[in-house]
């Protein structure tokens, strides 16, 4: 069970495979990791799709199991189809689980998503999946940009507002949606999503560090303001200082010959000689 294929967006072309085969997932994984993002934080878009298990009811669902979860650095696109492992609910032992955990949990490396919370609350949940660095692009881009609405917005409508990038005409328009069967539409579907999250993810990772730079030197800036506005006035308090006491000591001088006139007119009035 696996597909590899190139899909073209938006003029670069995105390699991507679905797969189960372990060491297919290991080497992805790692490809992932070698590639130079310039010593930053490495972006990875993140997403989940679900299969919901139905009931004896009709109508009723019991519960939603992990199909596929797909990985994009912006160059190719990994898609896992859990549905491929036997007894997946025992391979917690198995390299293909010890591999997702260490990459989830890597301190270099943040996860970008639209839904991705609730995502990986479910995969903990189910799998003991725990990721280190998450990031929900609806509310990051709402604080970021100064948006607020852009907390409740989609993806193509992030895509577009981040980056002005749209990709919706690259969607398949007729797609059934059997995750536990995946076609090439789906896996170019799966291929486009993810992919708008790395893009978004990564512009407002960068746009947020910039801001971030941007505040800290205005906030040096004006301490170096403060600062010299400081000395100034120390210098003028200073100056102010000593322009006084050179006027007291102008005072005592008048003072001191007016007084040494007084003393002499004085004796001149006694009859004394100088």
């Known amino acids: 069970m696996g597909y ?16 189960s085969d372990e060491q297919k997932i290991e080497n992805h994984i790692r490809s992932f990791l070698h590639r130079s993002n310039n010593h930053r934080t ?22 939603s199991k992990c199909a596929t979860l797909q990985f994009c650095d912006g160059h190719s696109c990994l898609i896992i189809h859990l549905n491929g492992f036997n007894c997946f609910e025992s391979w917690a032992y198995d390299s293909v689980h ?10 270099n490396v943040t996860f970008v998503g639209v839904g991705i919370k609730e995502n990986l609350a479910k995969l903990e949940k189910q799998y003991g999946f725990g990721c280190r660095n998450a990031v929900e692009l609806g509310p990051f881009a709402a604080s970021v940009m100064k ?11 992030l895509a577009f ?14 797609t059934v949606y059997d995750w536990g069967c995946l076609s090439k539409e789906l896996a170019k579907l799966a291929t486009v999503n993810v992919y708008s999250y790395y893009k978004i993810g990564s512009k407002l990772l960068q746009c947020d560090v910039a801001g971030g730079r941007n505040a800290a030197n205005g906030s040096s800036q004006a301490v170096a303001r403060k600062r010299n506005k400081n000395k100034k006035v120390v210098n003028g308090t200073s100056q102010t200082g000593a322009r006084k006491k050179s006027k007291d000591k102008e005072k005592k001088d008048v003072s001191g010959n007016s007084q040494a006139v007084a003393r002499k007119r ?8 100088d």
Do not use: M, Q
Request: glycine share 10%.
């Open 98 to 107: 010890k591999s997702l955990l260490n990459f989830l949990r890597l301190p």
């Open 266 to 273: 004085k004796r001149k009035g006694n009859g004394e000689k």
């Open 161 to 174: 507002v981040v980056c002005k990038l749209d990709l919706r005409k690259y969607r398949p328009l007729k």
């Open 147 to 157: 948006r607020p609405h852009l907390s409740f917005c989609g993806v193509d409508e």
């Open 42 to 63: 490495k972006v990875i878009g993140l997403d989940a799709e679900w299969l919901l298990l139905h009931g004896t009811e009709p109508g009723t669902v019991t519960k």
């Open 4 to 19: 590899v294929g190139s899909f073209e967006l938006n003029g670069v072309h995105i390699k991507t495979r679905a797969t």
